[in-house]
């Protein structure tokens, strides 16, 4: 029976979301005009004035949002609250350049406790539960999102934070861990090195895992679960909206479900800005229509997606959106031909490979040169030179099927391509370099 954790909201009717939607939207666009002076400006040079924006119809009215205008008023310019009302600050990991602050009053904390919360009881975690949470704590959003998701339903968070991967296994032993939040490639390390230690996996209690930050392909789902034996659940958010606890996967696993009573989602078309159509891939547009601190309108997430409002089996009305296939500035173009690691991925895991993987682009005489290092395993690596070379070829073409572009196929020495403990790099572009 499907569990959630605030049922009238998270199955309200669609009128009752937009009705809240609409009010929170009207109310937080005057708060920001008038506590906001960067955003009276923007408005004002949009021409839009808070007594145009009615309801959610007038959304579209409003100027965008971009990572420049956080930098640009880095650290505190976009916050709408005095500084007494912060009770706490969270920056991003800076994955892409400058970090950038995120503010959060008491009652902010209490709403993604809440938003956190609901992720972790879509993905059956009940108040009987230890919740392992090795996203990192700190500046990060990850460690403490999740840490006051499990305190809210009244489970047990057990604050690992990252690293350190041979003590993680001893407390998911020891301490019988129920559920582990992490990102999947460190969920993946993690299963990789328990194997590698021989851990007798009866004797590990785990049953789910709560698993975000960074894009991962259905693959690399389907590896974990294997791997560890549990339940997989995707999770996303973003510093600039609140950290964990934008969107979760329910038991359906197909899509994220978006807490919608806090958050305003759009999918426009990255040139011209037009809002698409429900089932139109696009980037992903939020608004924050609950928070006092920080609450971005229209902020530009870069992140490509699709939503659908298909009834779900799981019985929470709230829209879903598809696992982001990547951030528009991930995208590779390599020879004018798009490319996403996800894809590349996709490829590898399908291949039986490892997804321990790396892409490193450079530009050789005027020419764009993709080369994707696999790791493989000891037995293939051992392999005779000609074995060696008819699975890289194979490989090879793989790729320049599914991507159309030519890809040098490496195959590394098992163990030998960095693991992270958080977000993983797997782009090198040398062009940039
Ligand atoms: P940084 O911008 O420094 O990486 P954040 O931790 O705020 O810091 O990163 C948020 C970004 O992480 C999102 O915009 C998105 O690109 C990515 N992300 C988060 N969760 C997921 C997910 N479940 N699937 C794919 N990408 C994700
Ligand atoms: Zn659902």
Redesign the pocket.
Known sequence: MERYWQKEIETASRDQIVAWQNERLVRTVKRVYENVPYYKKLMDEKGVTPGDINSIEDLWKLPFTYKSDLRDTYPYGLFAVPMEQVVELHA?????GK?IVAGYTRHDLDIWADCCARQLVAAGATKEDKIHVSFGYGL???GFGLHLGAQRIGAVAIPVSSGNTARQITILQDFGSDYLCCTPSYAMYIAESMEQANVDMSKIALRGGI??????TEEMRQRIEEKLHIKAH???????IM?PGVSYECCEQSG?HVNEDHFIIEVIDPDTGKVLPEGEQGEIVFSCITKEAFPLLRYR???IGVISRKKCSCGRTLVKMS??R??SDDMLIIRGVNVFPSQIETVLLRMGYSPNYQIVVDRVNNLDTLEVKVEVTQEVFSDTVTKFAVKEKELSEALKSLLGVNAKVTFAAPGSIDRSIG?AVRVIDKRKI
């Open positions: 991003s990991s800076g994955t892409t970090q990060f959003t990850g698993f975000g930050a960074e894009p991962w995707d999770i996303y958010g973003l510093t600039e950290g994220m997430t870069r992140d696992k982001p990547g951030r977000k």
